[in-house]
């Protein structure tokens, strides 16, 4: 039958100080996706800030739980703390898009996963898509481009990495 809810999850930093590649030396992780303050988006636009994402990597029918075991397994203890030793300011997230096929989507995280991403620092956004039919499609992928979490909206770190150590 397949799953009713699909999942893409990221840990998104923002930060109107820090660049990329300040970002990737801190964390000693590179980014899934990024762009530097002054990019110019899809839409011609600059950037008011610099952006650095993390995706789970996870198929989107994955469990949420699975989203969360393999962010948690590739962000560094302690990146959000050192992070904000260079940028106070900075914003640290875990980025949830719930896309689902029922009536109505709740998202229930258990008290374990609520305690560690507040364990280290990181708010927790949820955003809930209904999906199934073409036109829910066009909108909620018009829905991740405008906030950054489908891939074509910023630089996949393949094309420009940001190099650790620099």
């Not at 994955?62 to 959000?80: D, I, M």
Request: net charge positive; proline share 4%; with cysteine.
């Amino acid at each position: 039958m397949g799953s009713q809810h699909q999942f893409i999850m990221a840990i998104e930093i923002f930060s109107k100080v820090l660049t990329a590649a300040e970002i990737t030396a801190s964390l000693g992780k590179e980014p899934t996706l990024f762009w530097d303050r002054g990019d110019v988006d899809f839409r011609g636009r600059r950037q008011s800030h610099s952006k650095w994402r993390l995706d789970s990597g996870r198929p989107y029918d994955a469990p949420l739980e699975s989203h969360l075991r393999r962010l948690f397994s590739l962000w560094p203890k302690g990146g959000t703390a050192r992070l904000r030793k260079l940028d106070f300011r900075s914003a640290a997230l875990i980025r949830v898009a719930a896309i689902y096929k029922t009536y109505t989507c709740t998202v229930s995280l258990s008290p374990k996963w609520v305690q560690r991403i507040a364990a280290e620092g990181l708010e927790l956004q949820v955003s809930s898509l209904p999906g199934g039919s073409n036109r829910s499609h066009a909108r909620i992928s018009a829905w991740l481009r405008e906030s950054g979490l489908a891939l074509e909206h910023g630089r996949r770190a393949s094309k420009r990495r940001p190099k650790l150590g620099k």
